[in-house]
């Protein structure tokens, strides 16, 4: 690192110090949003001084179960026994419109792969 003493590194500084030509979306960014499991297969998006955005549901599985899914929030790429589609209701629809959203199962291990709010903030700004 650099010659100054520094007693903790965020993974921002680490990434930028030792590999410098990195691109941009590959950095980790600080985030707003986090995600929460509600219990009864919902999943909760919680915005700044975790205050509830907006909730997700999820969606039963259909289709071929071999089919390949990429995580709208962490961009991991697997099956369905790993990733699941969830869906956020567009406010004042009375639920006749929904948003859908893709996310791994697993959702710590999401949230420790998850390098920015790219993917919650598309959801958000579609579903207003």
């Given at each position: 690192?650099?010659?100054?003493?520094?007693?903790?590194?965020?993974?921002?500084?680490?990434?930028?110090?030792?590999?410098?030509?990195?691109?941009?979306?590959?950095?980790?960014?600080?985030?707003?949003?986090?995600?929460?499991?509600?219990?009864?297969?919902?999943?909760?998006?919680?915005?700044?001084?975790?205050?509830?955005?907006?909730?997700?549901?999820?969606?039963?599985?259909?289709?071929n179960p071999t089919g390949e899914l990429c995580?709208?929030?962490?961009?991991?790429?697997?099956?369905?026994?790993?990733?699941?589609?969830?869906?956020?209701?567009?406010?004042?629809?009375?639920?006749?419109?929904?948003?859908?959203?893709?996310?791994?199962?697993?959702?710590?291990?999401?949230?420790?792969?998850?390098?920015?709010?790219?993917?919650?903030?598309?959801?958000?700004?579609?579903?207003?």
């Open positions: 690192m650099s010659d100054e003493r520094k007693s903790t590194w965020t993974d921002r500084e680490i990434v930028e110090e030792l590999f410098p030509a990195t691109p941009a979306k590959l950095v980790p960014r600080p985030r707003s949003y986090r995600l929460e499991d509600d219990g009864d297969g919902r999943v909760r998006i919680l915005g700044p001084s975790d205050a509830l955005v907006a909730q997700l549901q999820a969606v039963p599985p259909a289709g995580c709208d929030l962490c961009q991991r790429t697997g099956t369905r026994r790993w990733l699941g589609m969830y869906r956020a209701e567009v406010p004042g629809t009375a639920g006749r419109r929904f948003r859908y959203l893709t996310a791994c199962r697993d959702r710590r291990s999401c949230e420790a792969r998850r390098l920015d709010d790219d993917g919650i903030v598309a959801l958000l700004r579609a579903a207003s």
